[in-house]
Nanobody, 122 residues
């Protein structure tokens, strides 16, 4: 069992930065992949980034070079550093944990946090 809590969302101007954190509890966290997904009003939840248990990283094409995912297994946290934010990045951001891939698919994830809102103004 893994419990996930996101933090770090907020309102930022276009071009700004935010750092999201996902704090996990549960002894299986270090062996799980963790992904970030986002969902805007009226749209489906979509993949943003993921990091495997061994540190391999995966990104949605439109965030490559702007977002960086990292994990600290000693602290049971995964972070998403978001730079050069755009209005189209506005969404609720959710972290999730998976024991298997494909990591870009929401169906692979067994546990989800409640989400944190990111709003980017133009």
């Amino acid at each position: 069992q893994v419990q996930l809590v996101e933090s770090g969302g907020g309102l930022v101007q276009a071009g700004g930065s935010l750092r999201l954190s996902c704090a996990a509890s549960g002894r299986t966290f270090s062996s799980a992949a963790v992904g970030w997904f986002r969902q805007a009003p009226g749209k489906e939840r979509g993949f943003v980034a993921a990091i495997s248990w061994s540190g391999g990283t995966y990104y949605k094409d439109t965030v490559k070079g702007r977002f960086t995912i990292s994990r600290d297994n000693a602290k049971n946290t995964v972070s998403l550093q978001m730079n050069s934010l755009k209005p189209e990045d506005t969404a609720g951001y959710y972290c999730a944990a998976a024991s298997r891939g494909p990591y870009y698919s929401a169906y692979a994830y067994d546990y989800w946090g409640q989400g944190t809102q990111v709003t980017v103004s133009s």
